[in-house]
């Protein structure tokens, strides 16, 4: 399936785990996909193996956090390609995440950091883009977010309330933006076997998460990029606008 050929998509934070499957998965669907990423190494081995594959990319390194660098890497795609129709923002900061506990005892500065980047810096980027993409007449924006967005738990307050906030500014996109011919949605995987999980999480704790799923398996990467694909198309989901999509095999059955 071709269904994005001839696009121009812009993957933010894409260098490992879901966002590069997703990389790749739009280059396979014809997209020029620039994967932009603080890990430029990465982001590069991930481009030359699109190019191996037959697909054509850019690899750039861009900090989320800092206002210059996602303006800059947004006039490098359009000054590439002389377009920027898609976006993918799949950015979040994991080192933070075993001092990310509750509101009493989690230091300001790591609140600071992951809001920085999991919501401020999705922000940057739906701020450069969309006037690039509105050039283009329209476009159309994925962003990750999470299950944790729709939920909560006793750790991690930073992480879910920033997940929430991204919720919100995708629904502030959709909404302002939509007339004009640009779409936003999110994605919210529950459990998905990244190398992270695999690594940090052992397989007696998968195994109990798993009991708790009314599914035969946890979520894949290829999941969450099939879902992304699908909701970057005008032809396959122009009508999805403003909607933040489950994706978790049933264990969370809300709006």
């Not at 879901?18 to 620039?34: I, P």
Request: hydrophobic share 40%; aromatic share 4%.
């Amino acid at each position: 399936m071709r269904r994005h050929e001839g696009k121009v998509v812009l993957c933010a934070g894409s260098a490992t785990g879901m966002g590069a499957m997703t990389a790749r998965r739009l280059a396979r669907e014809g997209a020029k996909v620039v994967v932009a990423d603080v890990n430029e190494a990465g982001a590069a081995k991930l481009i030359e193996s699109v190019k191996a594959d037959g697909g054509e990319g850019l690899a750039l390194r861009f900090d989320i956090t800092e206002e210059d660098s996602v303006r800059d890497t947004v006039a490098r795609v359009v000054s590439e390609y002389g377009q920027l129709d898609l976006m993918h923002v799949n950015a979040t900061d994991r080192e933070r995440n075993l001092e990310d506990k509750d509101v009493v005892s989690t230091d300001l500065a790591v609140f600071d950091r992951m809001h920085k980047v999991s919501l401020r810096g999705h922000l940057l980027c739906s701020r450069f883009a969309i006037p690039e993409m509105l050039k283009a007449g329209g476009g159309s924006i994925v962003y990750t977010s999470s299950g944790a967005s729709k939920g909560s738990a006793p750790m991690r307050m930073s992480y879910y309330i920033a997940k929430a906030g991204l919720n919100g500014l995708m629904r502030h996109v959709a909404d302002r933006w939509g007339k004009e011919g640009i779409r936003a949605n999110c994605v919210c995987p529950g459990v998905i076997l990244t190398d992270a999980i695999m690594i940090n999480m052992s397989q007696a704790e998968r195994d109990a998460m798993l009991k708790t799923t009314p599914s035969p398996r946890h979520g894949s990467e290829e999941d969450v990029a099939s879902l992304v694909s699908f909701l970057l198309s005008d032809e396959e989901a122009g009508w999805i606008n403003g909607q933040a999509v489950n994706l978790n095999g049933g264990s969370l059955m809300a709006v």
